[in-house]
């Protein structure tokens, strides 16, 4: 069914490699920072005055950054030995060219408004 004039076949060379998901290691940086956080906080005591729910927002807008940074350090880390360990393919695209067809007949174009018939009823209503 391959035809020479019609369907042309180009090997391509591709690498292929497993990448982490970015945003996951930053999530979860972050959700780790956010609980060391609460760790750190808790274990020494808290200020009256102040309270302990604001001092571990205070400190959260320290934890959770530092949290997303080492999560951001971590992909990277794995993105480059994922990219070191990457292997290359040859990869072949196929492109098909539909020759034209002049034997057969161009189908009539449907009826935008089809009658009482089309519906199948058998019967018609004027209004």
Known sequence: MSD???EQETPTPVTIRRAPKV???LVAGGALGLIVTLLLVSLFPADKEIGYTATVGFFSLY???IGVAVGAIVALILDRRASKRAGT???RHLEVRPEAV???????PANENPGPEADGSGTSSAR
Do not use: C
Not at 102 to 108: I, L, R, S, T, V
């Open 102 to 108: 002049a034997d057969e007949p161009q189908a009539a």
């Open 63 to 65: 934890g959770i950054p």
């Open 4 to 6: 020479d004039n019609h």
């Open 23 to 25: 945003p996951v290691f």
């Open 89 to 91: 393919a040859t990869a």
